[in-house]
Structure formats: structure tokens, C-alpha cells
């Protein structure tokens, strides 16, 4: 029976997935020492979307070869990566509206946006995605850039500069893969960053 009950507030912990913080004894040798451990929404079902404006054919082998390395990695981290390429601005808008209209978080990627650290980037993706009801969504716009109802928009999306460079749009999707790989790996305190 204890077994059952602590196996289902296990499961309801990692199902709700919400920010929780518990206590941690340490015996050593008289003194108990306590810790408190901050853990904050698991890596589980989280869907992260890149919707980018060009030709899905458009990209180099090597590039799209990296970017579904980082996409098999992630996969046992519960972290699940789409691209959803749009022809034109109009398709773009009508589906970032309809990722506003669901709750998703939306980060454009624009010059004007901070630049971050791997280590501020982790953090800020997994804040976004509790934001978002682990839902994530990035933006990538056309050879000229953003269009002006995005940048504007009336929901206040965040934004994010990759560099102060400039990347072709496939060059872009695939860093910000390796990135999002990256955040996942410091989350977990892995050896992949150093």
C-alpha cells in the first residue's frame, strides 16, 4: 500500500510538472544539515516549435544532418523540436496568432532582441516553456526579416538575438537546435557544456 501511494505522488509530480521545492537531510556525524532543492518543470513533454519563412528544400546536407543529431538527442530528454516552414509572411502571422491564441510562449528571433549566455538561455527557455504550458515557440522571419504585425504585435512577444552576425535562416534553425540541446544538457547538469 506505501509503495502504491508514494509511486502516485511521483507520478502526480512529474505529471503536473510545476516548480516545487523540498528538503534534504544530510547526517554528518552529529549535525544534521538541510538543503533545500529547487527543481523546476522536468524535462517531459515538452514541445518546442520553429516556424521559419523559406523552402524546407532549401538547406544544405551538412546542416540538416546536425540538425537531426540534436533532434535524436533531445528525444530522450522529453523534449520534442518541430520546424514548421511557411511560404510566406501571411501563413507565418496566421499561425504565430494562432500559438498566441492557444497560450504558447513566442520568441522572435530579431537583431534588436538580447544576445545571451548558453547558461541564460537555459534558464530563460525553461522558464518560457512553464509560461507556455510547456509549450515553446520560436520565430524565424523572411530574407527581409520580421514582418512589422509581428514585431508590433499586442501580445509583447519576447525577443532573441543568436549574434550580432547575421545566418542564413537555415544556418540559424540549426544553432538555435544545438542551443536548445545545450539548455537541456545544463538543466540536467550533464558534461556536454563546460
Not at 24 to 42: D, E, L, M, Y
Not at 54 to 83: F, H, Q
Not at 104 to 116: A, E, F, I, Q, Y
Not at 158 to 181: D, G, W
Request: hydrophobic share 40%.
Amino acid at each position: 500500500m506505501m509503495r502504491w501511494l508514494l509511486f502516485s505522488i511521483f507520478a502526480w509530480a512529474i505529471h503536473s510538472c510545476n516548480a516545487f521545492a523540498w528538503t534534504a537531510s544530510t547526517f554528518t556525524g552529529n549535525r544534521v544539515t538541510k538543503k533545500n532543492i529547487h527543481t523546476s518543470c522536468w524535462t517531459m513533454g515538452m514541445q518546442v516549435k520553429i516556424r521559419i519563412v523559406g523552402r524546407k528544400n532549401g538547406s544544405e546536407k551538412w546542416l540538416e544532418e546536425a540538425y537531426k543529431m540534436y533532434d535524436t538527442r533531445l528525444k530522450p530528454s522529453g523534449v520534442d523540436v518541430e520546424t514548421v516552414w511557411h511560404k510566406n509572411d501571411p501563413e507565418l502571422l496566421k499561425g504565430v496568432n494562432a500559438d498566441f491564441e492557444k497560450g504558447h510562449s513566442v520568441v522572435l528571433l530579431d537583431p534588436r532582441g538580447k544576445v545571451r549566455s548558453s547558461e541564460e538561455f537555459s534558464r530563460d527557455v525553461f522558464a518560457w516553456l512553464e509560461e507556455g504550458g510547456s509549450r515553446l515557440v520560436f520565430v524565424v522571419g523572411g530574407a527581409p526579416g520580421l514582418p512589422p504585425e509581428l514585431k508590433h504585435h499586442p501580445a509583447k512577444p519576447k525577443l532573441l538575438s543568436l549574434s550580432s552576425m547575421t545566418f542564413t535562416h537555415q544556418f540559424a534553425r540549426t544553432i538555435l537546435m544545438e542551443q536548445i540541446y545545450r539548455a537541456s544538457e545544463i538543466r540536467k547538469g550533464s558534461g556536454y557544456h563546460k
